[in-house]
């Protein structure tokens, strides 16, 4: 395991322990990163009630047939001791039922069908980044809200499986 698998797995360990009697509140999620050789330096959060205005592709017609019932959009940045600096995006996309969320992260989780559009770069006074997918983890919580999360690399040498790890552990961020 490379060094950005031993930080992924410190700190999924400090979100299990975090997150054991319900969601982690927002210092125990700083404290994760922070076990996990990263900082987060800024965050914005933003709900909506509409997920087809805020997505693109084959998910934004999925999304036009089978219709979330929320949408939670997070942003944030995380640096290291190096002044490497990552964005992180997640987002929560949530269902009426089970099959719904199944459908949509099966399509999600396919490279090119498209995406749910990031939070401006802007929140955070960061240059837009070009979202890739690329360094991307999903998951499904609750059995109805599918969650993902993407990391780019803004300065610094973060290799793809460091940012591939940060996506790993920034899906199991507590919804907003």
């Not at 690329?134 to 690399?153: F, H, M």
Request: aromatic residues 6%.
């Amino acid at each position: 395991m490379g060094s950005g698998g031993v930080i992924a797995a410190a700190a999924v360990v400090g979100v299990v322990a975090a997150g054991a009697s319900g969601l982690a509140a927002p210092a125990d999620v700083d404290e994760m990163w922070r076990d996990s050789g990263l900082r987060v330096v800024d965050r914005a959060a933003r709900a909506d009630g509409d997920c087809v205005p805020h997505s693109f592709g084959q998910v934004q017609e999925l999304l036009r047939t089978s219709p979330c019932v929320g949408l939670d959009r997070m942003l944030f940045t995380v640096t290291d001791d190096k002044g490497g600096t990552a964005v992180v995006f997640v987002a929560w996309v949530e269902f009426a039922d089970p099959d719904r969320a199944r459908e949509f992260k099966r399509l999600e989780d396919v490279h090119g069908t498209g995406d749910v559009v990031p939070l401006s770069g802007s929140l955070l006074q960061v240059a837009d980044v070009p979202f890739t997918a690329l360094n991307y983890d999903s998951d499904v919580v609750d059995g109805v809200t599918v969650v993902i999360a993407e990391a780019e690399n803004v300065a610094g040498g973060f290799t793809a499986e460091y940012l591939d790890d940060i996506a790993a552990v920034a899906v199991r961020t507590p919804r907003p």
